[in-house]
């Protein structure tokens, strides 16, 4: 995860928004920009105007990797503040995630990403939609990818990630039904990881065939 935008960039042009004021307020890990504005009702008449803070995070990249043959799933596990922050194990369960660098192809960083957490080499990725992350306060786009891996046996996985940035990942293996179970106990409480599985369920069959 290396992106961050050198400054907020200016909001797009809409037709139905005017910006009144656009100021970067914090400009730490990522920009926090001040935005004024107003924008047009679903009567057309001009709302007030109102101020929101925006984190700008640009867009993010998530990927399940999945071994048809064996019908497991690779998920991480890696320590983050703010679920510890929400009272909540800080320990999560995951898939590879990663941010994208301006100009950067989606599937280049899922590439990217499953090999720096996972040590897997992905030979074949599948879009699996694309959503906003957190749409009240944050621009991150997310994409998310199906990617065919060959998964080494359980227990032989490891832990991984880049030193530099002091990332620690570790690889847990897992048959597919397994994580579906995991998935339903809301054992798993992070938002890509439950889309890539509520995904792999609906077209698990169908990428057996079509991948196998």
């Known amino acids: 995860?290396?992106?961050?935008?050198?400054?907020?960039?200016?909001?797009?042009?809409?037709?139905?928004?005017t910006v009144l004021e656009d100021e970067v307020v914090w400009d730490g890990r990522f920009p926090l920009q001040r935005v004024r504005f107003t924008y047009t009702r679903f009567d057309g008449s001009q709302s007030g105007a109102l101020t929101w803070e925006l984190w700008r995070r640009h867009a993010g990249v998530a990927v399940l990797p999945y071994d048809p043959k064996a019908d497991a799933v690779a998920l991480i596990e890696q320590f983050r503040l703010p679920a510890l922050a929400a009272g909540l194990d800080p320990v999560m369960i995951e898939c590879p995630a990663g941010l994208r660098e301006i100009g950067e192809a989606p599937e280049d960083v899922a590439r990217r990403e499953t090999q720096e957490e996972t040590s897997l080499r992905p030979d074949r990725f599948e879009l699996i939609c694309r959503t906003m992350l957190m749409q009240g306060g944050c621009d991150e786009l997310m994409h998310y990818y199906a990617a065919r891996v060959h998964l080494p046996e359980p227990g032989k996985a490891g832990t991984h990630g880049l030193v530099e940035?002091?990332?620690?990942?570790?690889?847990?293996?897992?048959?597919?039904?397994?994580?579906?179970?995991m998935l339903d106990a809301n054992r798993i409480m992070n938002a890509t990881a439950m889309v890539c599985l509520w995904w792999l369920r609906h077209h698990r069959a169908r990428l057996r065939q079509e991948w196998a």
């Open 165 to 181: 940035e002091h990332e620690n990942t570790r690889v847990i293996i897992l048959p597919a039904e397994e994580a579906f179970a």
């Open 1 to 17: 995860m290396k992106a961050r935008p050198a400054k907020a960039p200016p909001i797009p042009a809409h037709p139905g928004v």
